[in-house]
């Protein structure tokens, strides 16, 4: 039986590590597991190479269209218009990479909250799923995301790698949870070994977050640069971590991701 084939729900290929080498990265994905990615976009610049992306391989990419917290500085009022424009193409299917980070203040709390409210009220007025960051800001993030998420119908919190409460947090709202190669870095991810068991399976998904966050089982050598093509040793660690067939994992991620951003 041939294995499902899995959806990357956030990989960075406007970074130069990954587009540079572009041609290179379809090709592997056409010979992996990976199916579908989705190219995260940190500002409206990323959206517009995203589709440029898009256009030449369309029966693999989809994209996002938002303001990262650290590119919050540079969100202003009348970026609320073009967002709204770029959410009608059908190959962008998700407001976001938004939220907040309170690690690098590339932006500052101020920036970053009003660009996130006004993103989370993007996302409810265009009935859009939402894509999340929140990193050392649980706090104010949480508290925004409770004052919209009631009109807001599907949140991912991606690349998650906090605490139990956190994660608690996220999915009594309803959230779905975003689990990257981090989960196979004994060094930093470890607690997402015990932590992995509380997601609920239909709020499971599944990302490379590439360039970044190379899974650390990758059995073979590497030049350190992460790519969607190995999505499926983060699916790989997650079936381990839980006692489970890896074909399962990759049943319920994929079916989980097509549901939320109705694929």
């Not at 990262?68 to 540079?74: R, S």
């Not at 009631?150 to 991912?156: R, S």
């Amino acid at each position: 039986m041939n294995s499902p084939s899995l959806i990357d729900i956030g990989a960075n290929l406007t970074h130069p590590k990954l587009y540079d080498q572009l041609n290179k990265i379809v090709n592997n994905i056409l010979s992996s597991e990976t199916e579908i990615v989705i190219i995260t976009s940190s500002n409206i610049e990323d959206t517009t190479i995203a589709l440029d992306i898009i256009s030449k391989y369309p029966e693999i990419f989809y994209t996002t269209i938002g303001y990262h917290p650290h590119n919050a500085k540079d969100f202003k009022i009348e970026h609320i218009n073009k967002i709204n424009k770029y959410s009608k193409n059908n190959k962008v299917i998700a407001i976001g990479e938004c939220g907040l980070d309170y690690y690098r203040e590339y932006s500052s709390v101020e920036q970053q909250i009003f660009c996130f409210e006004n993103h989370l009220i993007i996302a409810k007025d265009n009935n859009m799923p939402i894509f999340l960051h929140e990193r050392q800001a649980h706090g104010d993030f949480i508290a925004l995301l409770k004052k919209y998420k009631h009109d807001i119908d599907k949140a991912v919190v991606h690349c998650f790698t906090g605490q139990k409460k956190e994660l608690e947090a996220y999915l009594d709202l309803g959230c779905y949870i975003g689990i990257t190669g981090w989960i196979s870095d004994l060094d930093r991810g470890q607690h997402l070994h015990d932590l992995i068991k509380y997601i609920p399976k239909d709020k499971l998904m599944i990302e490379t977050d590439s360039p970044y966050l190379i899974p650390k089982n990758l059995p073979f050598k590497h030049d350190g640069v992460n790519q969607p093509s190995y999505l499926n040793y983060v699916a790989e660690s997650i079936a381990e971590c839980l006692n489970k067939d890896i074909t399962f994992i990759q049943e319920i991620v994929t079916e989980n991701t097509k549901n939320f951003f109705s694929l």
